[in-house]
């Protein structure tokens, strides 16, 4: 992402000695240098001061791109976070609370995190906790209340979670207002230490604290990279593009979104203990809907899911309000001057900062809404000659982990390996299947046919957790499935595809693919951080195979690996569906009309590629309309009609059967 | 008019079709949906419009009501361009949609839709009359007019969805899928009444999965897949093709 | 004053609150109900109204709570302040919704509401810079009227208020069920592709939408002004929240529900303030909101799915 932003400077001569792989990285380190030279460059303090504080802001930016930018969580309230990592650091190392001396706190002197001070009314305690020990131990609590408040709210639709944070962003100050024993109320926190650092106190120095917040979104930019681009991140950014495929892709949907608002707390609370020890003082005002709306509004302006963007944006934002509006305000008043204009003279445009936060969210919106630094990458159109490249026919030979089951479901006469039984449906008043029952040996094919509306996407969804139903029972392996969610049926062995297709439009071809292995890999939050050697392989083996899977489709998909899948045809979609539950080695593929919006060649194609699916193991339920593909393919066929089974047997029985020509072939009496 | 009627007049001179669609292309963002589409609808007729799903049949009807808007290519109905009409305004010249799976209004009554059918014309004396003809074509739905539509029958809901549309007194009925999720009784009730409506004059354009059906009663029928008209003509004719037989019609070998 | 008195009295009082609440939630529903947007900018809406009230009774002649009017002259001066602010309002509903809404119809996810709280956060800022942070004392030309009823106090704005609320709601309601673009408005609300097809001019529902809650919106920001006889930039967030509670409470997109919702929480709050204490009434009623979306997310006439599945 990084070289392609910073395209234009590939073009500057110097750098074409750096070889290519390595020029994003180079760049990133000589602003990292340019930054760390800035305060011995410049030397003024009140600029340090700025520039310091704009730091915090772009590590805010950086912790709500995690809730807003990577899982689509619209958070209102973010600031409330930020209060709660401040007033913890702020209680602690402060005179706020200083209960009576007793010798319970003797463990705690010892530790060096109380100190005893003689008051004239008896000992009593000073909490003095080191800086360096709170920050992280407020990230830690900020994120236990972010699961906290996370854990109930984030079941709730987008637009709903939106106006509860906003809410929560409220709460928060006027508690820290109501409770003035532990927060000192509307007048602030007072006297807060200042972190101090082998004996040295940074005092009110600007520049000890320039460096900590350089430091801190320095590893904050590592954190979200790392995260961004693994598992977790792929996993985020899929919720964020649908939910419900998400979770019938296997990720856990409550887990995931809470580990990012854990995260994304987390940053913030971090930034809190800065904050308030850069200030040593803390008021509830300063943690208000504004500070949420204005991180908002930078992450808006940087390009909402993109690190480097969100941090650009609170940068220049913060640049804006501190120094450019200033200088702005002062020329304007100038203006005023020479030519006698009275409320030029008086323009103070730094007053107005919030307006003009308000505009640019506005206009942004309505004009830019990638923001300055897109977090989607748009890879060029293929050319003419990778269009034109012939199109392999039929099947394949060979595919890795497809269909194993344990040698107890395998073994003769072991039953089906899915049994559905009395399966009832309803939405409402509308019996949507009525006492379903069918049974799938492992490794046939079994074809669900029956006119629109009968029920039988609805079949797929009952299996699959995404719709409930009234009573029945579904076995699967041996175990009941029924009522379990979706991304538990998948890690069962269950995957399927949609009959509207649901990929993750803006992720690549490959990261849908990867996003369907998510139930098989392991690497978690920390792994992803730290990019362990294990994770490292671990990466590496699901690209190879998420190649080898789209290697399936002949060359129909390799060229596109890295195309967003909003910009694919219909066809092509629908065979990254199927790789991307392939993905995750299922032991039953559920596909939803599959051929549905393919000519007949593409139809022929994808039924032999299908057969060769079957032939190498994988027990397949298929929804068809096309009578061709289900007498070439499947081993049984039911027909569903008003919700309920009608018939059932070897498509050639079917083909006969009066009542099945009657529902769904139509009256054909009329034309014979 | 008489389809037969039509038919020998058509032999004597070129008569402007009711509905026509000339090299119609649709685009949803990248995806190109229909390509390069003609369709021509005489006045009078009823004609079907086969295919699977994802084959362009819904957009098709979307494209008709103005829903969608072409991105190459020409819609006219009665002769005239419909390239800038308004929805509203193609209800005024007498298109009318019987929309897929029905769609009423849910908490509305079934009074309340059938206005609603009604919406582009002023109420007086002919909007009495389209409703008493909607009476006649369903007593029954005449018998629920305060009921919330929403807790009609799927056969109920099909029968004001028709009627919602002759309100419009429309001259061209577009049907997506009537018969989806009734039952085999019902789909010939309401094939019976699709042939009666026509016989009162009104012109049908329907899209269909139900082929047998479809070709049973319609005068011609095209056959769209991915987006592209590959197959048209008489439905006695195309009843007999073994391409749709077998592709649409399930008339597939048995081994 | 006796302790039924004293109950009888935050009833009361709640029922003022309630109808306030109840005429804001509306807008939010009506939004709602047909973009499925959560409209932010109907808080400062509001809050700029409560303004522009005041402007049209300074215009008058009146100022701060010592011009006191009676009968006729009453009547005109109150018929012409709710008149002028609600028109304005509700084109300052139309202008957002063209302007910064329009362009925006169909782009997918969380663009359009941002583009509300942007817009809300200018409203707040453009009334923060020209009129300032104080509060203002609003003009009001109620003679102090009342009444005792079984030991608590009514006064005259009292049922001033409830009265306006019961004929606009009852103006919204005869428009939703018995006029052709109140039931399109409904039909567009239940099904927008089907009432499109039917020949209804959605965008035309949509700005009436936003018409109608504003001017909503805009008498309701009356109503606040003559309760509380002062005014404030800051004003928009706290009455925006109450009533958006409200309308989730009544189940959103109901206009009934809007209605019924407003009434709850104006008495939630008034008895709430009472048992408890008043600090603690937004904590109250945010723990409302966010129990009713969890646990019954449909509210009380609701049919919206707020969860998904």
């Known amino acids: 992402m990084m070289g392609e932003s910073f395209a234009w400077i590939q073009r500057a001569s110097p750098v074409q000695w750096i070889a290519p792989h390595l020029r994003s990285r180079v760049l990133v380190a000589v602003v990292f240098l340019l930054a760390l030279l800035f305060p011995v460059i410049h030397r003024n303090d009140a600029d340090i001061d700025s520039a310091a504080n704009a730091l915090t802001y772009a590590a805010l930016a950086l912790g709500l791109n995690i809730v807003v930018g990577l899982a689509g969580l619209l958070d209102l309230g973010y600031a409330a976070f930020f209060a709660i990592g401040a007033y913890t650091y702020g209680v602690a190392a402060s005179w706020q609370v200083a209960p009576e001396w007793t010798s319970f706190w003797e463990t705690f002197q010892w530790l060096g995190l109380v100190a005893r001070f003689h008051d004239s009314g008896g000992d009593v305690v000073h909490f003095q906790v080191s800086f360096w020990l709170m920050m992280p131990a407020a990230a830690a609590l900020t994120a236990f209340f972010g699961v906290l408040f996370g854990a109930p709210t984030l079941r709730l639709k987008g637009d709903y979670l939106a106006i509860v944070t906003l809410g929560f962003g409220e709460i928060v100050p006027i508690v820290v207002r109501n409770t003035p024993s532990l927060t000192n109320g509307a007048m602030g926190l007072n006297g807060v230490m200042a972190p101090q650092l082998f004996g040295w106190s940074f005092g009110v120095d600007a520049t000890p604290y320039y460096y900590v917040g350089l430091l801190l979104v320095a590893f904050l930019i590592l954190t979200s990279q790392r995260l961004k681009f693994s598992r977790i991140g792929r996993a985020w950014m899929a919720i964020r593009e649908d939910e419900i495929a998400a979770a019938a892709m296997g990720i856990n949907r409550v887990k995931l979104k809470l580990l990012a608002f854990a995260t994304g707390a987390a940053f913030a609370g971090a930034t809190g203990t800065l904050f308030v020890a850069k200030l040593q003082t803390a008021t509830p005002d300063m943690f208000g809907f504004p500070v949420s709306v204005m991180i908002l509004v930078m992450i808006v302006f940087g390009g909402i899911g993109s690190v480097w963007g969100v941090v650009l944006g609170a940068l220049i934002l913060q640049m804006l309000q501190s120094w450019f509006l200033e200088d702005l305000s002062q020329w304007l008043q100038a203006l005023g001057r020479l030519f006698g204009v009275d409320w030029l003279q008086r323009v103070e445009l730094a007053s107005s900062i919030e307006l003009i936060f308000g505009l640019i969210l506005v206009t942004m919106m309505l004009y830019r809404r990638d923001g300055l630094i897109p977090a989607t990458r748009r890879v060029a159109a293929l050319s003419l000659e990778q269009q034109s490249a012939p199109v392999t026919r039929g099947g394949f030979d060979s595919l890795r982990g497809l269909g194993a089951l344990d040698q107890t479901l395998d073994r003769p006469g072991a039953g089906p390996l899915l049994e559905i039984a009395n399966l009832t449906v309803r939405f409402g008043g509308l019996v949507a299947l009525r006492e379903v029952a069918l049974g799938v040996p492992a490794h046939s094919v079994l074809a669900v046919i029956g006119p629109n509306g009968s029920g039988k996407s609805t079949l797929f969804n009952a299996m699959t957790g995404l719709v409930s139903a009234e009573e029945g029972s579904i076995r699967f392996a041996g175990a009941e499935i029924l009522g379990r969610p979706p991304h538990a049926v998948l890690e069962r062995g269950i995957a399927r595809t949609f009959q509207n297709i649901r990929l993750f439009p803006n992720l690549t071809v490959l990261e849908n693919v990867l996003v369907g292995m998510h139930a098989r890999l392991h690497t978690g939050p920390l792994g992803a951080l730290l990019r362990l050697p294990a994770t490292h392989r671990e990466e590496a083996a699901a690209r190879e195979r998420a190649r080898e899977i789209l290697a399936v489709f002949g060359n129909r998909l390799l060229p596109r690996v890295d195309h967003v899948t909003a910009s694919l045809s219909y066809a092509n979609r629908r065979r990254v569906e199927i790789a991307r539950a392939l993905a995750s080695e299922p032991k039953l593929l559920l596909l939803d009309e599959p051929t549905a919006g393919m000519n007949p060649a593409e139809t022929l194609e994808l039924a032999e590629q299908i057969q060769s699916l079957h032939r190498l193991g994988l027990t397949i339920v298929l929804i068809e309309h096309k009578l061709d593909v289900v007498v070439n393919l499947a081993d049984k066929v039911i027909v569903l009609d008003h919700g309920e089974k009608i018939a059932e047997g070897s498509p050639a029985e079917i083909r006969r059967d009066e009542e099945v020509i009657r529902a769904y072939l139509g009256r054909s009496a009329a034309i014979v | ?255 | 004053m006796t302790a039924e008195a004293v109950l009888l009295q935050q009833v009361i009082n709640g029922l003022s609150l309630g109808a306030m609440y109840a005429l804001l939630a509306l807008g939010f529903t009506l939004v709602y109900g047909i973009l499925e947007l959560i409209n932010f900018a109907h808080f400062n809406v509001f809050m700029v109204s409560s303004f522009i009230g005041m402007g049209a009774l300074e215009l008058l002649g009146l100022s701060g709570q010592d011009t006191v009017l009676t009968g006729l002259a009453l009547a005109g001066a109150l018929a012409f302040a709710f008149i002028v602010t609600m028109l304005a309002a509700g084109i300052i509903g139309v202008v957002i919704e063209r302007i910064a809404l329009r362009p925006l119809r169909g782009v997918r996810g969380t663009a359009a509401m941002i583009t509300t709280i942007g817009v809300s956060y200018i409203l707040f800022n453009i009334i923060l810079l020209t009129v300032g942070a104080s509060s203002m004392n609003y003009p009001n030309p109620l003679p102090s009227v009342r009444w005792d009823v079984a030991g608590a106090v009514l006064e005259l704005r009292e049922v001033l208020i409830w009265g306006v609320s019961v004929v606009l709601m009852l103006g919204l309601h005869l428009f939703v069920t018995r006029t052709r673009l109140g039931k399109a408005m409904r039909a567009t609300a239940q099904d927008p592709e089907a009432a499109r097809m039917m020949g209804v001019d959605v965008d035309r529902v949509i700005v009436t939408a936003f018409f109608l809650g504003s001017a909503l919106a805009g008498a309701a920001a009356l109503i606040f002004g003559l309760y509380y006889n002062f005014t404030s930039f800051i004003i928009g967030y706290t009455a925006g929240l109450r009533a958006f509670t409200a309308a989730v409470l009544g189940g959103i997109g109901s206009v009934t529900g809007a209605m019924v919702g407003g009434v709850l929480i104006g008495l939630i709050e008034s008895l709430g303030g009472h048992f408890l204490e008043v600090r603690w009434a937004d904590v109250i009623i945010f723990s409302i909101l966010v129990l009713v979306l969890v646990f019954a997310p449909n509210g009380l006439f609701g049919r919206a799915t707020v969860t998904r599945s």
Do not use: W
């Open chain 2, 1 to 255: 008019m008489d389809p037969g009627l039509r038919r020998e007049l058509g032999a004597a001179a070129v008569i402007t079709p009711l509905l026509e669609f000339s090299g119609v292309d649709t685009h949803y963002g990248d995806l190109h949906v229909l390509k390069s589409v003609d369709y021509r609808i005489e006045e009078g007729e009823i004609v079907s419009l086969l295919g699977g799903n994802a084959s362009g049949k819904s957009t098709t009807m979307k494209t008709i009501m103005g829903v969608v808007v072409p991105t190459a290519g020409e819609v006219r109905f009665d002769g005239k361009s419909l390239a800038g009409v308004s929805v509203a305004e193609r209800v005024r010249r007498g298109i009318a949609p019987v929309l897929e799976a029905r769609r009423l209004f849910p908490r509305m009554t079934v009074y309340e839709n059938l206005e609603m059918g009604a919406y582009t014309r002023p109420r007086g004396p002919e909007f009495a009359q389209d409703l008493e003809r909607v009476f006649t074509l369903f007593p029954r739905v005449k018998e629920r007019l305060k009921q919330l539509a929403g807790t009609l029958s799927g056969g109920e809901q099909q029968m004001v969805a028709i009627g919602r549309a002759l309100m419009a007194h429309p001259r061209l009925l577009c049907m997506d899928e009537p018969s989806m999720g009734l039952a085999p009784v019902l789909v010939e009730q309401v094939f019976d009444i699709i042939q009666t409506i026509n016989r009162q004059g009104t012109t049908i354009f329907m899209v269909e999965q139900n082929a047998n059906m479809a070709l049973a009663i319609a005068d011609r029928a095209y056959v769209l897949q991915t987006g592209q008209v590959v197959l048209s003509g008489a439905a006695a004719e195309l009843r007999q093709n073994p391409m749709i037989r077998e592709a649409y019609l399930g008339e597939m070998k048995v081994e």
